[in-house]
């Protein structure tokens, strides 16, 4: 053999093998495995812990799940309010952000209850003063963790709801599983509490999830206070209802936006 004719083997080859380390992360990319992955950089993955109910040595009780300290608060059970909600409401909120003052209301906040003779009972108000920025807050939230199934509307006709229309129509073998999402204006949870709505939100019902984690719990009043403004929109009242100020302002509109034909 040349010598010319071998080095370009010799080439190809080095070449050729180049490549398997990117043919075996293609492989890695595309393949499922239920194994963990390796971790060449160990970071916190592996550590040290108790399983629940196991008894630890470091504790003078020999208990590993420590009971809460009284007077102080897991970081997930703090309430966040804005400082309009503390300045209109001075005697609830404690300064800065989190409440503690009223054990009651901080209950009531905390579950969507109040205690009735010993009995717990679902808020029929949301405990929280309802501003225009809350409201405005509970829609921002809404559309991002309520729209995919409910809709923007409520109706019950979010993104995800559509695609899985599509896969039905499609015939496709992973519709089937999905329950369609509550109608949110619809009289079954019109005639929910607040609290009963909070708590839908908090620990989910049926087959929809727990938002307790993704959503701090101010933000869930926001929302029901939402459920609620969108339900009072779907209300046709005629414009003679309406209250004089409204009216009037509708009156000084150009005759073409009423729709009456009429000029002024
Ligand atoms: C992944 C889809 C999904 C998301 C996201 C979702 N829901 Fe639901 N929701 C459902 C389904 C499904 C039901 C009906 C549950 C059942 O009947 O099994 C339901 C039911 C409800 C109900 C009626 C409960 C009752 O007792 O009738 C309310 C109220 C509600 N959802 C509010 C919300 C709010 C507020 C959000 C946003 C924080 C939200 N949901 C996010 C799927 C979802």
């Known amino acids: 053999m040349k010598r010319k004719t071998r080095n370009f083997y010799i080439y190809v080859n080095i070449g050729l093998l180049g490549l398997v380390p990117f043919g075996l992360i293609c ?37 590993a799940m420590r009971p809460h300290i009284p007077g102080t608060l897991a970081q997930q059970d703090f309430i966040y309010v804005n400082q309009a ?40 108000h949301i405990p929280i003063p309802v501003t225009k920025r809350f409201v ?37 073998p992973d519709a089937g599983t999905w329950v369609p999402p509550s109608d949110l204006l619809g009289p079954g949870v019109k005639f929910l509490s607040d609290g009963l709505i909070f708590n839908v939100i908090s620990n989910g019902v049926g087959t929809m999830a727990s938002y307790k984690d993704q959503i701090p719990v101010v933000d869930r009043w926001a929302i029901v206070s939402y459920v609620r403004a ?16 409204i009216r009037h302002s509708l ?12 000029k002024k």
């Open 85 to 124: 909600q503390v300045r209109a409401h001075p005697h609830n909120w404690a300064k800065g952000h989190v409440v503690l003052k009223n054990k009651t209301l901080y209950d009531s906040v905390l579950y969507g209850q109040k205690l009735v003779h010993g009995q717990g009972q679902w808020l029929t």
């Open 27 to 63: 492989l890695a990319r595309h393949e499922r495995t239920t194994t963990p992955r390796w971790a060449i950089i160990q970071d916190m993955d592996k550590q040290p812990y108790y399983k629940p109910q196991r008894p630890s040595t470091l504790f003078a009780d020999g208990r």
């Open 136 to 172: 405005e807050r509970g829609r921002t939230e809404f559309n991002i963790f309520c729209e995919p199934c409910h809709g923007y509307n409520g109706r019950g006709n979010g993104t995800v709801n559509r695609w899985d229309e599509r896969l039905r129509k499609d015939g496709s």
């Open 230 to 245: 969108l339900e009072k929109s779907q209300k046709v009242v005629p414009v003679s209802k309406l209250p004089y100020p």
């Open 251 to 262: 009156k000084s509109l150009p005759a073409k936006t009423m729709g009456n034909g009429k």
